[in-house]
Structures are given as structure tokens and as C-alpha cells.
């Protein structure tokens, strides 16, 4: 049986997330949704604050406002992170996150998680959640002759 592509508009997504996340401010602006929202990874970690964007057909856009993300004793970049700035949760090249699928059920929890082998990272030294770094394009300024 061929599966359908049930595309959740950002309605769904925003009455979706109050219903699960009641305490996280979400907002629709045009085709977007704007989360704020707080997470608590376990019992002894920080809470981190964090905005989530999200736009129809585009990859949704974490970061943590705070506490500041910071690089571990050595110095090291953290690891799974877009430009330092934003959250590489999922691999895109593998469909792992659909526009079909609920951020509250997706994101929210790989947030938490992301969050959860951070704090190990700093402990231990090594990323222990698995995954693939993101590799980015980088931009050649050079003339080609």
C-alpha cells in the first residue's frame, strides 16, 4: 500500500503543539510557526530555552537561546550544529523529518536529546548520540580563470 503525504499546514502544527506543550509560546506568522519554548533534557541538566522556526517544505530552524552553547575544555566546535548557530537534529538527505510529520513528536523530543548528549560531550569528551556531522558547502570567493 503507497503511503500519502499528509502535509500538516502550520494550524495543525501550532494547535498540535499547545495540545502537547502547553507552557511553549507558539505563534503562526504567514507560512511559519514560531515556537518558544523551555526543555529539561534530565533531572540534573539546565533547562535551555530555544526558538524553533518552522516553514512549510523547509527544514525546521533550532537554536538555544540559553543558557549559551559553548565549546568543551579543549576547545573543540560543538559537535552536530549548523555554523555553530543552529541544531543539526536529523539528517535531511534521509527524509528522517516529513512535512507530514508533527514537530511536537519529532523535533521537540530530538531537542531534548540533542541537548541530553551535549551535556555527555562535555563530560566525556565524545558524542555519544551517534549521527552524522553536517557538512557544509563552503563558499569559494576565488576568480576561476
Given at each position: 500500500m503507497k503511503k500519502t503525504n499528509n502535509k500538516k499546514s502550520v494550524s495543525q502544527q501550532l494547535g498540535n503543539m499547545k495540545a502537547k506543550y502547553k507552557y511553549f509560546k507558539s505563534v503562526i506568522k504567514r507560512n511559519s510557526i514560531i515556537i518558544n519554548g523551555k526543555l529539561r533534557p534530565t533531572a540534573r541538566s539546565e533547562e535551555y530555552s530555544f526558538?524553533?522556526?518552522?516553514?512549510?517544505?523547509?527544514?525546521?530552524?533550532?537554536?538555544?537561546?540559553?543558557?549559551?552553547?559553548?565549546?568543551?575544555?579543549?576547545?573543540?566546535?560543538?559537535?552536530?550544529?549548523?555554523?555553530?548557530?543552529?541544531?543539526?537534529?536529523?539528517?535531511?538527505?534521509?527524509?528522517?523529518?516529513?512535512?507530514?510529520?508533527?514537530?511536537?513528536?519529532?523535533?521537540?523530543?530530538?531537542?531534548?536529546?540533542?541537548?541530553?548528549?551535549?551535556?555527555?560531550?562535555?563530560?566525556?569528551?565524545?558524542?555519544?548520540?551517534?549521527?552524522?556531522h553536517p557538512i557544509l558547502k563552503k563558499r569559494n570567493n576565488a576568480k576561476k580563470r
Open positions: 526558538v524553533l522556526q518552522y516553514t512549510i517544505n523547509k527544514k525546521p530552524r533550532i537554536k538555544i537561546i540559553s543558557p549559551k552553547l559553548v565549546k568543551n575544555s579543549k576547545g573543540d566546535d560543538i559537535p552536530h550544529m549548523y555554523n555553530q548557530k543552529h541544531l543539526c537534529l536529523y539528517q535531511p538527505k534521509y527524509n528522517e523529518f516529513k512535512n507530514s510529520d508533527f514537530l511536537s513528536e519529532t523535533i521537540i523530543p530530538w531537542i531534548s536529546l540533542w541537548l541530553y548528549y551535549y551535556e555527555q560531550w562535555h563530560i566525556t569528551g565524545d558524542w555519544l548520540g551517534g549521527g552524522e
